[in-house]
């Protein structure tokens, strides 16, 4: 069955058969004692030596570049009119002696092969009937993309001429990715921050565009690039929060190559992951800490809850560091404020105002604990002077915080003022009416602003361990701490009457809770500056 036109079966034709059998074999068939003729692609015990001549055989391919995902195609001809019985390619980086990639075919005189457990890592020939060309295909996965690659290849004339050796000319890796503004609005969609920063220019600039390729709604053709160390990007959401997302990352492999990989969110938690799904061109790089990523996709946008096509999504964007080729979670990012189409260009507006919400949340949290504090001071003084006994201070405070809460606070501040004002002299015989009114109001200031400052610091604590709320929570403790000691204090020293030593008591505890109330706020403010 593998012999040809030749009728009679000659000892020379049984060799024949079996060399080509054997460099079949021999040439990566599983069975351990052939493992080595993946690395050298030599029929190690066929008895004859290699041509040392010129291989009237070549390998070539049709580009001299390879991305990850792009499908390089392959070349063996004969190049006059002597035909090969027999081949085995493989694609290596050159210089070292691993196969690398995977093949395809698209032919059927040739087979699959596996080197070193790893499937379709080189190809043979089927059968041993005359051939003057071959053609395969080669993708680059799981390759690091860092050197350039060639394609070796031993051919097979008859059952003494076989050539090792014969190489393809290097592809180098295409590290090239050129992202730019040219045409955002216009014939894409870009996203970035800052705001419409041109990657091309700044080394700080976040972008990402999504571009719907003519003439088809469905390949879209998605670009993302920032300075990280770990990973970049960006994903499809209904709403702007995370989880129930698709998401497309470029990260840093453990090879320090960029790869690009595909997520899907559950929450807010390690999305898991997704397979890439109808993903080609892709193009990564990493330059100067900066990755970039190009690919273009036929994949529907995949939302539980919404395979439809054409609908608008929330573009998020996030980035971070990686370890082990696994992203951790994001040093930072950003949502889109609307729902994007991706098929209308257009430059998209990131969501809220980060930035106004910090400085809100830094004012107000300042605001809060050093007039909380100068209040106290000046509510001790006053009542060191006079002796008046009433609880003061709480009136001082400038709260207000979020929405209900805030303004709840302000009014009741505002009425706090208004009868502190108005109260009558403190021998009028219904001014314990004033005080407990006063007393109730402040509580219930109190309370509703510690609430308010809980929900905003809520809003912008955006690390994993919430440590700013509880950093808050501390201050919470120790600011009830000083009161309950300043309530007995001030029970005591009344019932003294030493105004002098009352100052000297007062002065000490005071600075103590004015230092431990910057120390928090301080805390906080760098809290809400890294968040
Ligand atoms: C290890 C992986 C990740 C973890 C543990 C994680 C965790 C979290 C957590 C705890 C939050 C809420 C706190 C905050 O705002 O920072 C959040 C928010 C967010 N995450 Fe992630 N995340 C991860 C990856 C990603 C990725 C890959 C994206 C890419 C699109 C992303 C997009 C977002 C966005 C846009 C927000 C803000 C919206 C929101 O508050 O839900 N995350 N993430
Ligand atoms: C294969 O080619 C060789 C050399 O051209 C020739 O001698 C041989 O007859 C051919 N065999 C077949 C089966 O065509
Ligand atoms: C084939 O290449 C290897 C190294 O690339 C070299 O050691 C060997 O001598 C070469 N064999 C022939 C026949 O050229
Ligand atoms: C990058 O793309 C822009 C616009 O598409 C083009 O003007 C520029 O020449 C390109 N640069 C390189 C290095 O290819
Ligand atoms: C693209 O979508 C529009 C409307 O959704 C449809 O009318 C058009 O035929 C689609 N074009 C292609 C090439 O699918
Ligand atoms: C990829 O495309 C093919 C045909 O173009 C389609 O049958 C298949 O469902 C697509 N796969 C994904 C994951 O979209």
Request: charged share 15%; glycine share 6%.
């Amino acid at each position: 069955m593998f012999f040809s036109s030749v009728a009679t079966v000659t000892a020379m034709d049984i060799f024949l058969f079996l060399l080509v059998h054997i460099v079949a074999r021999v040439f990566c068939y599983s069975s351990g004692s052939v493992e080595e003729s993946c690395d050298d692609l030599k029929p190690h015990h066929s008895g004859w030596s290699p041509e040392t001549s010129l291989a009237p055989f070549t390998v070539t391919t049709d580009r001299d570049t390879y991305t990850s995902g792009e499908e390089v195609t392959v070349y063996l001809r004969a190049v006059g009119s002597t035909p090969f019985i027999g081949f085995i390619l493989q694609a290596r980086e050159v210089g070292k002696p691993f196969t690398v990639g995977s093949f395809g075919l698209k032919t059927e005189a040739a087979q699959l092969l596996s080197c070193h457990q790893r499937l379709n890592t080189a190809v043979s020939h089927t059968s041993n009937i005359n051939k003057t060309f071959i053609q395969v295909s080669w993708k680059s996965e799981g390759l690091a993309h860092t050197d350039p690659v060639h394609f070796q290849a031993s051919f097979v004339q008859n059952y003494k001429k076989f050539w090792i050796n014969v190489t393809s000319s290097m592809l180098k890796p295409l590290k090239t990715v050129n992202i730019s503004r040219a045409g955002c609005s216009v014939s894409k969609v870009c996203f970035s921050e800052p705001a419409n920063c041109d990657p091309t220019v700044s080394t700080d600039c976040f972008f990402m565009s999504a571009m719907m390729l003519s003439d088809s709604n469905t390949t879209i053709h998605y670009e993302m690039t920032g300075p990280s160390n770990g990973y970049i990007s960006f994903g499809f959401s209904h709403d702007e929060i995370m989880g129930n997302d698709d998401i497309y990352i470029c990260i840093i492999s453990s090879e320090s190559q960029v790869l690009l990989q595909r997520a899907f969110s559950t929450g807010r938690i390690t999305p898991q992951a997704f397979p890439l799904g109808n993903v080609s061109d892709v193009r990564t790089s990493v330059q100067d800490s900066i990755i970039s990523c190009s690919f273009t996709s036929t994949n529907t946008i995949y939302i539980q809850g919404s395979p439809r096509i054409n609908e608008a999504y929330h573009i998020m964007f996030a980035h971070g560091p990686s370890t082990n080729g696994k992203i951790q979670y994001h040093a930072h990012r950003f949502v889109s404020a609307q729902k994007i189409d991706i098929s209308r260009p257009q430059e998209v507006r990131k969501s809220g105002q980060p930035q106004i919400i910090k400085a809100h949340g830094a004012l107000m949290l300042t605001a809060w604990m050093t007039m909380g504090t100068l209040g106290f001071i000046v509510a001790r003084f006053l009542k060191g002077m006079t002796k008046e006994k009433k609880l003061c201070g709480k009136d001082l405070w400038f709260l207000k915080a979020h929405s209900v809460l805030g303004c709840l606070v302000m009014i009741l501040s505002a009425l706090q003022a208004i009868m502190a004002v108005l109260r009558c002299g403190p021998k009028h015989p219904q001014r314990f009416l004033f005080n407990w009114a006063h007393a109730i109001n402040g509580v219930v200031i109190k309370s509703l602003a510690v609430t308010a400052i809980f929900t905003g610091l809520k809003e912008i604590d955006s690390s994993l361990n919430n440590w700013l709320m509880k950093v808050m929570g501390g201050f919470v403790g120790w600011d009830l701490l000083f009161y309950i000691f300043f309530e007995i204090q001030s029970k005591l020293s009344f019932s003294i009457g030493n105004l002098g030593s009352d100052m000297m008591a007062v002065a000490l505890p005071i600075s103590t809770y004015f230092l431990g109330n910057c120390t928090f706020l301080v805390t906080l403010l760098v809290g809400i500056g890294m968040s």
